[in-house]
Structure formats: C-alpha cells, structure tokens
C-alpha cells in the first residue's frame, strides 16, 4: 500500500535546515512508512540552488513531487512558473493534482485594489516576484486551466482526486487578527472553492498561512498543516513555558523571545529533540 504525506512551507533556507534536520525529516517518514512525498510549496527563497538538491536528496527515499508557493517563485520567469503547474500523477488508487494558485484580493472586499496594490508592493514578498500580468488577470487566467483540465476527468476520477495547492482556496481560512487582515488580500481567492465544488472535488490539501485547519465547507474537506517560521512552531512555545527564564517578556511578542533564544545551545538542543514531532504535526498523510 502507498502511504503519501504532503508538507507546505518548509522554508529550509530562512529555518537553517543543516544535514541534522534533513536526517530527522527523512527518518521521521521512514517513521511513518511514507512512501510518497509531495511538497506543497515554499521549499525555500532559492529553488534552483537550495530546493533542487535538497529535492533530489529526498528522493533517494521517497518518490517526491512538489507545487510551487510564492517563495519559491523568486527569480522565475512566467514560463517556468507555468511549466511548474497543474501536475497530476497517480499514488496507488487516487490521483494527486498538485498546483501553486495565486490571488485575487477577493478576501479582502472592503478596500481598493489601488489600496491593496500598494500595501504588497510596500510590504508584501510577493513585491520581488514578477509575474506576466496583475494578479487578478494571473488568478483568472489560473481558474480557467483549472476548470478545464478538471473537466477532462470523469466524476470516478475526480471523486478519487486529491489536491495539493499552496494558496489559501476558501475564505473561512483568512487572518482575523486586525494588524493582518490587509494581508488577506494576497493568501489566495474564493474561487477555487467554487470550482472544487462545481466539479465534485472532496480532498484539498493547502499551505501558504502558517496556520493549521483540519475542516469540511460544503462537502470539501480541506487540510492545512503547514510547518511555517521557526518562531511560530509548537516546540518554540512549548519552549519558553519550560524554561520560565522567558515568563517576563510579553507572551504575544513572537520576535523579541524568538530572538533572546535563537542563538542559545540551549534552545538548539530542545529544537533537534523536539523536531520530529514539530514535522508529525505537520504531515498531512493519506494512506493510498
């Protein structure tokens, strides 16, 4: 039996993955009896230099697929960010569809799109990346592939279909938090879910936030499970309530206790003991 486990947001090269947490990644799949790997986006800032090797590493064990996510967009032109789109392959009895996804500022309705251009292009990642076209015309023009190469598959094909994407396809997965909201406009678009839902689609798998969903809206269970930043992680919270050294600072302030500790022995110790745990939380796993 194959056993798939996809991950999002690796960001290997801002997290400092070393040879140490690479051999931990690998075992904790082994772990697992994974079988089939597929990576849903941000790999890394560096795809060619940083992602591919560490792909190709990962891939003496597994046999590994990926989409990609903003972050690993950096530096690609038009025509190899499409080459890299819309993937299906088979995994024992389904099929996984894999894609990155764009945005459309359809979560955030209440502001302009002048305002909203504006707000990405002073603080947004996604300001270094050039694509061929304004992001609403590159999400349409995404929709559209979409919905066509859906409807190609016959209603066993897609009732049997999984879906990996990295950008957020449903807005009950936005940011709440009022000093975010305003990024909502660039995690993804509404209308994915509508086309998951016209064509029967019942498995999405997704990344991008840095949050974890486990939910079901309208029929279509989706899954987000993303590894994210090294100061969001569960064992750098659970670090600083064992060591009551921190207890002072503001519990909200993420980047002041992130920063006193990142540098410790201490802190790095409790990381590589914890890591395993911190990825089994992040696997999506589906047994095929």
Request: with cysteine; hydrophobic share 35%.
């Amino acid at each position: 039996m194959k056993k798939l486990a996809i991950l999002s947001d690796l960001h290997i090269d801002v997290n400092q993955f070393d040879a140490q947490h690479e051999a931990i990644l690998i075992q904790t799949l082994l772990s697992e009896n994974i079988t089939d790997l597929h990576l849903a986006g941000d790999i890394s800032n560096d795809f060619d230099t940083i992602s591919k090797p560490f792909l190709v590493r990962l891939a003496k064990q597994f046999t590994v697929s990926y989409n990609l996510g903003n972050h690993d967009m950096l530096g690609m032109s038009e025509s190899e960010i499409n080459r890299h789109d819309f993937q299906i392959r088979q995994i024992g009895t389904k099929h996984l569809l894999s894609f990155a996804g764009w945005y459309d500022y359809s979560f955030c309705p209440d502001v302009s799109y002048e305002q909203n251009l504006r707000t990405k292009n002073t603080f947004w990642f996604d300001r270094k990346i050039r694509r061929e076209a304004d992001d609403i015309t590159v999400t349409k023009r995404d929709l559209s592939r979409l919905d066509e190469l859906l409807g190609t598959l016959t209603p066993n094909q897609k009732a049997n279909l999984i879906v990996a994407m990295h950008f957020v396809p449903e807005q009950s997965f936005v940011m709440t938090h009022p000093k975010f909201v305003k990024f909502n406009a660039f995690l993804g678009a509404q209308s994915f879910h509508q086309l998951f839902g016209k064509h029967g689609i019942k498995e999405v798998v997704f990344g991008h936030n840095h949050r974890s969903y486990d939910r079901t809206v309208d029929g279509i269970h989706y899954q987000s499970h993303p590894l994210g930043y090294k100061r969001e992680w569960l064992l750098t919270h659970h670090y600083f309530s064992d060591f009551p050294k921190y207890k002072h600072l503001n519990s909200y302030n993420l980047h002041k206790r992130y920063n006193l500790a990142k540098k410790t022995a201490e802190f790095d110790s409790y990381l590589r003991k914890h890591f395993a745990d911190e990825l089994r939380a992040s696997f999506t796993i589906f047994h095929l």
